[in-house]
């Protein structure tokens, strides 16, 4: 098998991806922050004293998939179209469900921008709530779905 970000000699090194054809690519990551009750309903209530918790993670979640390559060293910088996160208060597990999609018509895939969105607003949500909540759990972000490209559509079952 050949390792397509190893070069001759053995090192990393960042994919050409000039050959490639130019399409429409989509990925659609989540994840979890698993946290006490009393800091989910805090934080629908809006009463966190740092602010708007979802209105702030949701920032950082769109800022980060737009730096994705900045941070994670084989990435290409990628002109993005579109980015959303959006969240899910789930009372019944005590958490907050983080989904986030992005877009580009390119020639390589986003799917490392969706999963950085998601991560970065766990963080953000985490950073937040620290001060009464410092046993929040990030957790079992994964890729969800991603279309585009030559490997075309993969879904989660």
């Known amino acids: 098998m050949e390792l397509t970000h190893i070069n ?45 918790v979802l209105s702030v993670a949701q920032v950082a979640g769109i800022m980060a998939a737009k730096k994705t390559s900045d941070i994670i060293p084989m990435c290409h ?47 953000t949500i985490y950073d937040m709530c620290k001060a009464i909540d410092k046993e929040m759990i990030i957790s079992e972000v994964m890729l969800l779905k991603k279309s585009g490209g030559k490997t075309g559509l993969f879904e989660r079952k």
Do not use: H, W
């Open 8 to 52: 001759e000699q053995g090192r990393a090194r960042m994919v050409d991806v000039s050959e490639k054809q130019e399409t429409i690519r989509e990925a659609v990551a989540c994840g979890n922050v698993y946290m006490k009750k009393e800091t989910l309903e805090r934080i629908k209530e809006g009463t966190i004293k740092k602010g708007d």
């Open 77 to 123: 910088p990628i002109m993005l179209s579109g980015c959303d996160i959006s969240f899910n208060l789930n009372f019944e597990e005590n958490k907050i469900e983080i989904i986030s999609t992005v877009k580009c018509t390119g020639q390589t895939g986003v799917e490392m921008e969706a999963l950085t969105a998601v991560t970065a607003a766990g963080l």
